[in-house]
């Protein structure tokens, strides 16, 4: 089983400033790689697949890069709504799916 | 435009078994995989069971291997999970997910609290 590890597990962040989340797979999943927006009380929502390729009406103040072990969700400007926990998922090696702990982006 | 909606949860003993529903549409439901996901009070996110487009292959959790059905019925475009057995720690809000070959786990619904207590 592929171990998926996020960090940090919280990020204080001011609206406005960039958000730099990390994620990192216990072995390589090639570009398997999905974010996952979800806001308290809500259903996660897909974000970016493919490691980089943002879902349909995500803006695209969302951006992911990274292969292999090592990947990145960045939010260049953080607007009020992205206030949320994030969490990346690898889909190279199945079952199962695993999915990370979660990053918690909150305001600084 | 997809919508998937969980039904079913609700409180249950240990031991005893429940039945999700997940009604889909605004898509072709026999063409696509489903999954279940979950998710304890507080914590992340956890795949739970799938089965593939035209319902051959099933996966699972080991968490709930031998307990735990995935089944769908695409003349009524809806998915089921058979739960029995249930054990305090399967106690979370299970949501129903498309699957698209491309772009992964692409929709999901608004899930269902299941709650096992005594």
């Known amino acids: 089983e592929i171990v998926m590890t996020q960090s940090p597990a919280t990020l204080a962040v001011s609206p406005g400033e960039r958000a730099t989340l990390s994620c990192r797979a216990s072995?390589?999943?090639?570009?398997?790689l999905a974010w996952y927006q979800q806001k308290p009380g809500q259903a996660p929502r897909l974000l970016i697949y493919?490691?980089?390729t943002r879902a349909t009406g995500i803006p695209a103040r969302f951006s992911g890069s990274g292969s292999g072990t090592e990947f990145t969700l960045t939010i260049s400007s953080l607007q009020s709504e992205d206030f949320a926990v994030y969490y990346c998922q690898q889909y190279n090696n199945w079952p199962p799916w695993t999915f990370g702990q979660g990053t918690k982006v909150e305001i600084k | 435009q997809v919508q998937l909606v969980e039904s079913g949860g609700g409180v249950v003993q240990p031991g005893r078994s429940l039945r999700l529903s997940c009604a889909a549409s605004g898509f072709t439901f026999s063409n696509y995989g489903l999954h279940w996901v979950r998710q304890a009070p507080g914590k992340g996110l956890e795949w739970v069971a799938v089965?593939?487009?035209?319902?051959?292959?099933?996966y699972y959790a080991d968490s709930v291997k031998g307990r735990f059905t995935i089944s769908r019925d695409d003349s009524k475009n809806t998915l089921f999970l058979q739960m029995n057995s249930l054990r305090a720690e399967d106690t979370a809000v299970y949501y129903c997910v498309k699957w698209d070959s491309g772009s992964n786990f692409d929709y999901w619904g608004q899930g269902t609290l299941v709650t096992v207590s005594s």
């Open positions: 089965t593939t487009y035209d319902g051959r292959n099933k």
């Open positions: 493919g490691a980089s």
């Open positions: 072995q390589s999943v090639s570009g398997k």
